[in-house]
């Protein structure tokens, strides 16, 4: 059975930066792609970020280019978000996501003015 668990959300101050972790159990990691969504209150889930199988080939939303970086450890079957330079618009429920649908339960990123 797949997990999803994200950690390292928290509150910041705008202009800050934190690294959230999505530890997998139950598939490698390496065997398909995975992603970050977030979901700030009142709008829909959107995408912020994908790593697909290899590695070799990563995405970002619009808003997070120049700012966010998506990476793994394989040994730690980890993969995590690096958020540099934090808005308040940032402000959402950030989730894992992992091949066709399994999903974490999210942690919370709160990016104050």
């Known amino acids: 059975q797949v997990q999803l668990v994200e950690s390292g959300g928290g509150l910041v101050k705008a202009g800050e930066s934190l690294r959230l972790s999505c530890l997998a159990s139950?598939?490698?990691?390496?065997?398909?792609?995975m992603a970050w969504f977030r979901q700030a209150p009142g709008k829909a889930r959107e995408f912020v970020a994908g790593?697909?199988?290899?590695?070799?080939?990563?995405t970002f939303a619009g808003f997070a280019k120049g700012r966010f970086t998506i990476s793994r450890d394989i040994a730690k079957n980890t993969m995590y978000l690096q958020m540099n330079n934090l808005r308040p618009d940032d402000t959402a429920v950030y989730y894992c996501?992992?091949?066709?649908?399994?999903w974490g339960r999210g942690t919370q990123v709160t990016v104050s003015s």
């Open positions: 996501h992992a091949g066709d649908d399994d």
């Open positions: 790593i697909n199988s290899n590695g070799a080939m990563k």
């Open positions: 139950g598939f490698i990691i390496t065997s398909d792609s």
